[in-house]
T-cell receptor, first 114, second 115 residues
């Protein structure tokens, strides 16, 4: 595709439910990032995938959060037993994975936990 | 622990004026400093970036000024236009092993340019 695609664009869920957020990176990009954007809190790093290397999970806020990247392409961020404080925009970005370079962001998934 | 501090949180400028957004960092391992621009409903997009071996970089109306000794950098938008109204994020990156250059973002500045 022409850019990073995220789905769904909006997700409303009830507290305690599990949610899955999907990211399709730009074809050929080996690096994939998940960030969380909360009001007034900027962009919070969650997890980073680079090729076949072990992912950098240092930003995941709790063990309720997990992510996987299948076949080096599509990634899914899963939040189990959602809480109201999980409400935020979840942004995915990809890059060529060559170092200090441009990140291409998707438009994000707006998650609302009621 | 906030590694990149950004100010102001919001900024209102008249059309034609100069917009200035400031960032400060603590970690001297940071070696790449980009600015991202985000419009409502969209993801951030790279605007301009600088490395610490230069003190200034200019691209059109946008200039980054970098002060390595003070560990500060700023974005200047000359002749600000209503179309520049957006949220601006500064960021800093450091080598984290392999080809990992993880970006740490500031909290953002909401810029409004009045016509």
């Amino acid at each position: 595709g022409a850019g990073v695609s995220q789905s769904p664009s909006n997700k409303v869920t009830e507290k305690g439910k599990d949610v899955e957020l999907r990211c399709d990176p730009i074809s050929g990009h080996t690096a994939l990032y998940w960030y969380r954007q909360s009001l007034g809190q900027g962009l919070e790093f969650l997890i980073y995938f680079q090729g076949n290397s072990a992912p950098d999970k240092s930003g995941l806020p709790s063990d309720r959060f997990s992510a996987e990247r299948t076949g080096g392409s599509v990634s899914t961020l899963t939040i189990q037993r959602t809480q109201q404080e999980d409400s935020a925009v979840y942004l995915c970005a990809s890059s060529l994975g060559q170092g200090r370079e441009k990140l291409f962001f998707g438009s994000g998934t707006q998650l609302s936990v009621l | 622990q906030q590694q990149v501090k950004q100010s102001p949180q919001s900024l209102i400028v008249q059309k034609g004026g100069i917009s200035i957004i400031n960032c400060a960092y603590e970690n001297t391992a940071f070696d790449y400093f980009p600015w991202y621009q985000q419009f409502p409903g969209k993801g951030p997009a790279l605007l301009i970036a600088i490395r610490p071996d230069v003190s200034e970089k200019k691209e059109g109306r946008f200039t980054i000024s970098f002060n390595k000794s003070a560990k500060q950098f700023s974005l200047h938008i000359m002749d600000s236009q209503p179309g520049d109204s957006a949220t601006y994020f500064c960021a800093a990156s450091k080598y984290s092993g392999g080809s990992n250059y993880k970006l740490t973002f500031g909290k953002g500045t909401l810029l409004t340019v009045n016509p």
